[in-house]
């Protein structure tokens, strides 16, 4: 018996990567974990949002309205994925002192903001500050790529951070805050790679062949590709974790939590009574 599945692997990760993302919303209602995690939960939600607008109204818009809607969205996006940072940081850090938080901020931000200045050509001012409908898209989409570079490069920097200091403040290896920012790190890493291929791509010499262009296109879309996979694969890690409670944390239905500390040990309830 032949088993024929008429999907090409693009399809196949939308439909997992789709799938994904609804039952990390699940699990983040279910297990009750929208409160500590507000803007990474709207993050996921908003992500689900592109992904489903993507499929139902791609090719079936005038492409400049397809091009204000996603780009619009994109904008959003890049908003909430910049709180989702400071929410991520404040509850890695909540034990820093006020002179940490401004030198680490400062510090991350600079490295970061370098990056995004030398990355890649700059369009022209007068390209982008001109009064038409096509500039307003060119400065809506700078804003959303440059914007989801330097996403990326703090939430990596972030994810460094947290790594080596992150026990000595309030986000211990096990903790949830930790395993979403390592998450998002791989994510991030996988995006800036992809970023560099593709630039890299840009930069080559044009293809003198139909045969070299069709397996510049075919590489490009491995790269796609690889990209979702590892994506997918970090929302596989979000459902798992954030599934399990963290360590110390109040079982359903019992009356005092247990509270646990990286640096002191376990402190049981009745301890703290007394």
Known sequence: MHFNFHFTAVETLWTLTFAGLLVLLVVLLGRDRVHRFPWFTASMVLMTLRLLA???LFDKLAPLTSSEVFLMLADIG??????VVVEMARRAFARAS????????LVLLAVAATVVIAWGPWPAAQTL??????????L???VAQKSDLLIDLLIIELGLLAAFCGRWFNAGWRSHTQRIVLGLSTASIAQLLLRAALQVFANAPPPKSEA?????????????????????VVLVWWIACLWIDEPGAAAPGSPEPVVKSDSA????????QA
Request: hydrophobic share 50%; no cysteine.
């Open 54 to 56: 993507s499929r139902l």
């Open 78 to 83: 890049a908003v909430v994925s910049f709180l």
């Open 98 to 105: 006020r002179t940490a938080w401004i030198v680490g901020t």
């Open 129 to 138: 500050l001109a009064r038409s409908t096509l500039a307003n898209l060119r």
């Open 140 to 142: 809506m989409q700078l």
């Open 212 to 232: 070299e262009y069709q397996r510049l296109i075919g590489l490009q879309g491995k790269l796609f590709n690889a990209n979702s996979v590892v994506f997918l």
């Open 265 to 272: 040990g376990v402190d049981s309830a009745a301890d703290q």
